[in-house]
């Protein structure tokens, strides 16, 4: 049988997190689910649970299959403390046809082979030799050895069930119990293969300068485990961990789509330097599911303000059109935004959405700005030219020549950034343009652009080190 042993002293082994997230009032028959957005989560399960005085061994059902078992914590909340847990089995050797077929090995099996034609098929039976490659190797005594494709087989009868198999994941514990009778139980454990990332939408107003923003909660479960009628907790942050998940992950199924919740249903709150998100509701998250549930309402009118810049580091063809508002209470949000994407759209003249492009953002506090770098500017062209460079020992002077085209209808102010490296100094020269350092790295030049006008930033810098 394969098992995953881990042998504890008093009790299992389990991760400081799953502690500091732990309800003391769950009932019984209840489950509740901490989904972190690094691909894991902590599940604690509760369970009425029948002991018998003294030593007992227990099968618990229904895990998830990408569980952590050394993360296993069992604690009885109807007798604290007189429960303790011996030893841990985890078995995840499920009934297959390989598994069935690897348990035969050395006995007899009935094999059902397909005809063909005016073949109408036959039965073979004999020893299982070996089930390996794709065929079937079976002695048959009287006729020798049989070798035999296993797309060819039709069927295959065995005498009995080998012992061992089950149909679940389960947990099995040889337990001590200094009681006996029904007990309410809670089992916590770490599992892997399940997450969460926001996705938010944003409509660009008609004259670009405010939008509508809404948020979803997108939780991917692919665990190998259904949670019904859960309390559902969602942790934004960076959490570190020591040891990454090891899932030992079944087949995959068919992944389901499910959209769920049409009103904002998430309280927010801080929790350690993290942010914690509860829905105000049970819900269930079936195995091989994407569900999502809306978290914020729409948060409408939110000033913006558009910008173009042109960094030639990243690409001296283009100018980036950008979006800045900011994450605060007036503007309808000043929540904690966790990490992720976020889709701008924009209505057309037939009150059409159509999307003009997309940005992730990071963990974003409330009062703090927001930058979405949504795509390239069309119509303001830009031409390149390195005029001259001088390069020595413990310096570089280099000319540059920037040639904006402003083909719009309206008037355009463009940002361009010149970056240098962190390790040297620098000072821009003669330039035709002016321009104000934002940082250590950077010198900024303000161009104004009118409606289908040509302006040429042309300056010289100087580089020492």
Not at 118 to 145: E, F
């Amino acid at each position: 049988m394969t098992n995953k042993l881990c042998s504890v002293s008093l009790i299992f082994l389990t991760c400081g997190i799953l502690l500091a997230a732990e309800d003391k009032n769950q009932d019984a028959n209840s489950v509740a689910v901490t989904v972190y957005n690094a691909n894991f989560a902590v599940v604690k399960d509760c369970r009425p649970i029948v002991f018998s005085e003294g030593q007992n061994v227990i099968k618990f059902t229904d895990v998830a299959s990408a569980i952590e078992p050394a993360s296993v914590n069992f604690k009885s909340i109807t007798s604290p403390g007189q429960i303790s847990v011996l030893e841990q089995n985890y078995e995840y050797d499920l009934v297959s046809t390989s598994s069935l077929l690897n348990r035969y090995l050395d006995k007899v099996v009935h094999v059902s082979v397909k005809g063909s034609g005016a073949d109408a098929g036959k039965t073979i039976a004999g020893i299982l030799l070996s089930c390996a490659d794709g065929n079937l190797i079976i002695d048959t005594k009287k006729d020798g050895i049989a070798i035999i494709s296993q797309s060819s087989v039709e069927n295959i009868t065995l005498e009995e069930l080998p012992e061992g198999l089950i149909v679940k994941p389960t947990l099995v514990w040889l337990a001590e119990s200094a009681v006996e009778g029904s007990q309410n139980c809670q089992v916590s454990y770490t599992t892997g293969q399940i997450g969460w990332s926001a996705d938010y939408s944003a409509i660009l107003s008609a004259a670009e300068d405010s939008l509508d923003l809404t948020g979803w909660v997108t939780i991917d479960n692919k665990s190998g485990a259904a949670y019904k009628d859960a309390t559902i907790k969602l942790i934004a942050g960076d959490v570190r961990r020591i040891v990454p998940p090891q899932p030992m992950m079944m087949d995959r199924m068919e992944v389901k789509y499910n959209m769920a919740g049409a009103a904002p249903a998430f309280e927010e709150k801080s929790f350690m330097d993290y942010h914690l998100y509860t829905l105000q509701r049970k819900s269930t998250i079936n195995n091989n599911q994407t569900k999502q549930i809306e978290f914020i309402s729409p948060a409408l009118n939110i000033p913006a303000k558009k910008i173009y810049l042109y960094e030639r580091d990243k690409n001296e063809k283009k100018v980036q059109v950008k979006f800045e508002f900011y994450n605060k209470k007036e503007n309808g949000l000043g929540i904690a935004l966790p990490k992720g994407k976020v889709r701008v759209f924009k209505k057309d003249t037939d009150d059409s959405l159509e999307f003009v492009g997309e940005d992730s953002i990071d963990h974003t506090p409330k009062n703090e700005k927001i930058l979405l770098y949504i795509g390239d500017a069309f119509d303001i062209a830009v031409d390149y030219k390195l005029l001259d460079s001088k390069v020595e020992r413990r310096s570089r002077w280099e000319k540059h020549s920037i040639e904006l085209k402003n083909r719009k209808a309206e008037k355009v102010v463009v940002f361009v950034d010149e970056k240098f490296p962190d390790w040297v100094n620098w000072n821009i020269e003669n330039s035709t343009v002016k321009y104000v350092k934002t940082d250590a790295q950077t010198a900024r030049f303000t161009v104004e652009l009118e409606p289908d006008a040509n302006t040429v930033v042309e300056y010289s810098a100087m580089q020492t080190w």
